[in-house]
């Protein structure tokens, strides 16, 4: 369980002047949830998933991951960003390994499991091609194996999907819910798609900026396995009006 | 709309290989311009009767180079080892610096200002002094080609240190990776093409070094050649250094451009320049 606590951070710019990019954020995730952080950018999303990872310390508040302070980054947590940012000289199952190796935690069976990770995710066969060499969302798909390999209790998800195209888009959608079915894990995803959020969610955080903090979060009751079908449905449209809503204002959301 | 819409299966075109004079043209093409060139230089020599001293021949500067082979080939060794020397001692002093440079801003304050003071230094009005300084050996020469070298070396090393994204440090930290980790396992081999251009820059500004260093104070080495060879109007010969002088600095660049071929085949340089 991750309870965070009235989290804040503070930026110093260059010039001196203080920047709040999260103010008085409080949250309380539940073991195996799976919860979207949406908001315009400067909202704050990309901060609270990097204090939630410990990768910035805070500047007020607490975090606390199973009743442990997070003070720095820990090693039950796997995160994946915007772009693959595979390493090229590596091979995809070199890059898969890369955490493990960095943490001195290679096993005899490391090589094994990363072989099966690769293969759920439909890349059995690209073991020994090189990054160049896979198409972008295929490169991503690694990232998240590399993410995976150490199997942390909670993935960080920056706009994964954010650097692909519409239709890789959709197929990773499903793809990370089966992963997340096979491997139950925590999962605090950051998107700017509302559709994004709400389909793979089971709570959505809206956020707004200046300063950054958490407006509402809202439950979303659609029933898993979740598909592309259930855009259609009323609890699907009404979580994704309601979260236009609040980004935009009432009448904005009435006009789209 | 569309009369007759039954479309004929066209035969696809024939697509045959291309001939082998035209698949290996990039190889042989600068050749024979080089040729004709040649060519046509020795007959406007013989034609217009110009002197050796203004232009040799090409035939007569392969006869006197010839002719003095074997103290060609010592001078052009004694220039080797000037340039091999110079050229390491700047990558083992570039990388550290490079790296030293980009960890912290206090040192890049403070180290920042003196590299651009050592390049703002006319390095030929250098030599003289150094050799004062350092003695009538090789130490000079070396120091210069050094000096000449180094710099955009180093800057390319820092270049490439700081063009890792920073989403993989992230991860890095993430890992909890030391900072000798992250500098031995993600910022160096990422900065490993951007070195490799400054080394291509370093190689052949190394050969300027050494001359550089040879015309001021040397007893050997190809420039001390062109310089004691124009003193005694030997042109035809001055030329021929010249001329291995520049071959030595095609062979030692295109041996760089191998190395980083077999080192870095990640890089989006190899094949072109």
Redesign the interface.
């Known amino acids: 369980m991750i309870t965070i606590d009235r989290a804040s951070k503070v930026f110093l710019t260059r010039d001196g002047e203080d920047i709040v990019a999260l103010k008085d954020a409080s949250l309380t995730i539940g073991d195996c949830e799976f919860i979207a952080l949406v908001g315009p950018s400067g909202c704050g999303k990309s901060t609270l998933l ?1 204090l939630i ?3 910035l310390p805070l500047s007020g508040g607490t975090i606390t991951m199973d009743g442990a302070k997070v003070t ?2 820990r ?1 039950d ?1 796997g ?1 994946v ?3 693959p ?1 595979l ?3 590596a091979t995809i199952k070199d890059n898969v390994l ?2 493990l190796s ?2 001195g935690k290679l096993q005899p069976d490391s090589k094994a499991k990363a072989g099966q990770l690769l293969e759920m995710v439909g890349l059995g066969g690209f073991e020994q091609k ?1 990054p ?1 060499e896979l198409s972008g969302g295929m490169q991503q798909r690694a990232a998240i194996c590399r993410a995976l390999l150490h199997d942390p209790s909670v993935l960080l998800m920056d706009e994964p999907f954010g650097a692909l195209d519409a239709l890789t888009r959709e197929e990773m959608t499903l793809e990370l819910l089966r992963i997340w079915t096979e491997r139950p894990k925590t999962i605090v995803f950051v998107t700017h798609s509302i559709s994004e959020a709400v389909l793979l969610a089971d709570r959505v955080v809206v956020m707004s900026p200046r300063p950054g903090q958490i407006v509402e979060i809202i439950d979303v009751p659609l029933s898993r396995p979740r598909s592309f079908d259930q855009e259609g449905s009323d609890e699907f449209q009404r979580c994704a009006r309601r979260i236009r809503e609040l980004i935009f204002g009432r009448r904005d959301a009435r006009a789209a | 709309m569309q009369p007759d819409a039954i479309a004929l299966p066209t035969p696809a075109p024939r697509r045959k290989k291309p001939a082998l004079w035209r698949r290996t043209q990039e190889f042989w093409l600068p050749l024979v311009v080089l040729t004709l060139l040649v060519l046509a230089w020795e007959i406007a020599c013989r034609v217009f009767g110009v002197p050796a001293y203004l232009l040799p021949s090409p035939s007569a500067i392969w006869g006197e180079t010839w002719a003095m082979r074997m103290q060609v080939l010592t001078h052009a060794g004694a220039t080797f080892t000037t340039v091999m020397v110079g050229f390491l001692v700047s990558v083992a002093i570039s990388l550290p610096l490079a790296v030293a440079l980009t960890s912290s801003r206090m040192i890049a304050n403070a180290i920042y200002p003196i590299l651009i003071l050592t390049q703002s230094i006319p390095k030929v009005a250098l030599a003289p002094i150094l050799v004062v300084v350092l003695g009538a050996n090789e130490l000079p020469r070396i120091v210069i080609t050094f000096l000449v070298a180094f710099f955009p070396l180093v800057l390319s090393c820092a270049a490439g240190l700081l063009a890792v ?1 920073p ?2 440090l ?8 030391s900072k000798w ?1 992250e500098l031995v ?2 910022r160096l ?2 900065a ?1 093409p951007i070195v490799f251009s400054g080394l291509k820059a370093a190689i052949a500004l190394a050969v300027v070094g050494a001359v550089v260093a040879e015309f001021v104070n040397a007893d050997r080495g190809l420039g001390y050649l062109i310089v004691s060879a124009t003193a005694f109007f030997k042109v035809p010969l001055a030329w021929g250094a010249l001329i291995l002088l520049s071959f030595m600095g095609i062979v030692l660049f295109q041996i760089v451009v191998a190395v980083e071929r077999i080192l ?3 890089s989006n340089d190899n094949g072109k320049l």
């Open positions: 990097r990872g410990g990768l720095g980054p090693e947590t995160i960003f915007q772009a940012t390493l090229p000289w890369f955490p960095l943490m090189y160049r | 994204p989403e993989l992230e991860l890095g930290r993430a890992c909890r990776a980790q396992r993600i081999p990422f490993m870095v085949p990640w």
